[in-house]
């Protein structure tokens, strides 16, 4: 077993979107999502403000930290521990977080090499309008899909240039996973992984590729 590691170059500061520094204006008004901020807010008093400074100067300085390359990269995908995230979307809870693009930016800056998105339909006067990202049946904020691609084509390979894996949650019909093919090819390009038939899977083959996990669409399904 191997674990993927490569030395890290300088990193560029994260730019802040102000789309996703606010927060959504549809939940704003929920008296659920007032109560579950007010928790949060008297939680956070809690926290020794020092304490939660040096820990996370601490995080950065490991995320940043020059590793070189020793283990033999040239073997199956299978064979490694891969850097995992989930729910990488969010930048809170589960429940009423926000869907931000910067947290998926944050999550590979930090080398992660598995990205989870959550896509859902989304319906304007009863027709499809486009696919986005959110916690379904929670009170989390919907984001376009599309700018969650466009997060990875820019941060995947800051932190290390082997492979990403896009683990889709797919929840879309097929005019909804016609739109995410779209957006996979039109935006990541030639980063965009495509199978070949007996292609032995490595982190070496597989350098500055996005490669895309998800379910087998069957064929009976009702594109309504």
């Not at 959550?118 to 009863?126: I, N, V």
Request: positive net charge; proline residues 4%.
């Amino acid at each position: 077993m191997g674990v993927w590691q490569s030395k890290k170059k300088s990193v560029p500061p994260l730019k802040e979107e102000d789309e996703d520094a606010k927060t959504d204006a549809a939940k704003s008004w929920n008296p659920i999502v007032r109560m579950w901020n007010r928790r949060r807010e008297r939680e956070l008093a809690k926290l020794d403000g020092a304490v939660y400074v040096e820990a996370m100067k601490a995080i950065r300085k490991a995320a940043l930290k020059n590793y070189d390359v020793y283990q033999d990269m040239n073997q199956p995908l299978t064979n490694y521990y891969i850097s995992s995230s989930h729910n990488s979307y969010l930048d809170g809870d589960q429940l009423h977080s926000n869907s931000s693009p910067l947290a998926v930016a944050r999550a590979l800056r930090l080398g992660c090499r598995v990205i989870e998105l959550d896509c859902w339909d989304m319906k304007s006067h009863g027709k499809f309008s486009k696919v986005v990202v959110t916690h379904g049946g929670t009170l989390t904020s919907k984001v376009s899909f599309r700018r969650f691609i466009l997060a990875v084509k820019e941060h995947a390979f800051i932190a290390s240039p082997y492979p990403v894996i896009l683990t889709l949650e797919n929840h879309c019909r097929i005019q909804g996973q016609k739109s995410i093919a779209h957006h996979l090819q039109s935006i990541l390009k030639d980063m965009l992984y495509l199978p070949k038939q007996d292609a032995i899977l490595t982190p070496e083959s597989l350098k500055y590729k996005v490669l895309i996990r998800d379910k087998v669409v069957p064929t009976n399904t009702d594109e309504e």
